[in-house]
């Protein structure tokens, strides 16, 4: 009975994490997709080769890398968390063993 209740909390957890995984990774894509439009719509109307394209595509650069650093916190974050509750569930549910 004891492993059930580990293993339900354990899954929900699990679920939570996915959730929280998902919206971080569909922000990051959004951030890029949005970064990306936005630079060629500034090349389009600066031209592609001059120093305001190269300043769009630097600044993007960074915007871009920004978005996956906070991507990856928030990853990392969450398989800690996980981790912690994995063992904070086993030591709560643990079956003694009777003499």
Do not use: C, W, Y
């Not at 600044?59 to 890398?65: A, Q």
């Not at 996956?68 to 996980?82: A, C, H, I, L, P």
């Amino acid at each position: 009975m004891n492993h059930h209740k580990e293993g339900i909390a354990i899954s929900e957890q699990k679920k939570r994490e996915n959730v929280i995984k998902n919206a971080s990774s569909q922000a990051n894509d959004l951030v890029h997709k949005a970064v990306d439009s936005t630079n060629d719509i500034v090349k389009t109307v600066s031209g592609k080769g001059g120093l305001v394209g190269k300043a769009a595509d630097a600044t993007s650069d960074v915007i871009k890398n920004v978005s996956t650093t906070g991507n990856d916190v928030v990853g990392k974050t969450v398989d800690t968390s996980s981790k912690v509750l994995k063992n904070t569930a086993k030591a709560v549910f643990k079956h003694k063993k009777k003499p």
